[in-house]
């Protein structure tokens, strides 16, 4: 991507922004800690256990979430929901799931990690993969550090799982499958340029960055 390309994408990216986060704060009730940790019961079958793994659409770890941003999560559910993320067990839990559920749960897991802060300067990306975090713009929404994202409707993306983030990266490329994808035309823009091959270096660099993300088995698992 050219320079001049590279600022439009950037300029088109805070637009969205800005509009999102107006959406967002509009809609979204105030979450409560303690009722979303009373309502976590069924996310801990799979976020509670350190390395679980999912198998649709493809073997890989399911997200750490605890640390992650409350917009962010909230944001994940209600697309999950509405069946702009496509996931068969995710929307029938999202499904079942209230604005007001959905504002404690992202309540409770942005929490759920205290006291861990990412370090302002990321771990130097090997300079191929440097080339592509440049191409894709990435630091311009999900921060210099990869954990302090321009707005937190926009995930920590340091240190997740590499295998998610490269079934995540993958979705936002598949058109007309009504069981796999992701909606979201920014993603979509910025990940139809590159190969499976580009997608999955970008995923393992970005799972190396220390960031303050987790998976924290609940009290039952331990």
Do not use: W
């Amino acid at each position: 991507m050219n320079q001049t390309m590279t600022t439009l994408l950037k300029s088109v990216v805070a637009s969205a922004t800005v509009v999102a986060a107006l959406g967002a704060q509009a809609q979204t009730p105030a979450g409560d800690v303690k009722a979303g940790e009373s309502k976590a019961a069924m996310c801990i079958g799979c976020h509670g256990i350190p390395g679980y793994q999912n198998s649709f659409p493809e073997i890989h770890k399911v997200p750490k979430i605890s640390g992650q941003s409350a917009p962010y999560i909230a944001g994940a559910l209600q697309a999950y929901r509405k069946g702009d993320r496509k996931h068969p067990t995710m929307r029938g839990i999202a499904g079942s799931l209230s604005d007001q559920d959905i504002a404690d749960l992202a309540a409770f897991y942005s929490g759920h990690n205290p006291g861990v802060t990412a370090p302002e300067q990321p771990k130097a990306a090997p300079a191929a993969v440097a080339a592509l975090l440049e191409k894709g713009a990435c630091v311009s929404c999900h921060g210099a550090n990869f954990s302090k994202p321009i707005d937190p409707s926009y995930p920590k993306v340091a240190g997740q799982y590499a295998d998610y983030l490269y079934v995540a990266l993958k979705s936002y490329n598949v058109q007309g499958n009504p069981h796999i994808g992701r909606a979201n035309p920014i993603m979509a823009g910025i990940t139809q340029q590159f190969s499976n091959a580009e997608l999955k270096q970008i995923a393992n660099y970005l799972a190396t960055v220390q960031g303050e993300l987790a998976t924290k088995p609940q009290s039952r698992f331990r």
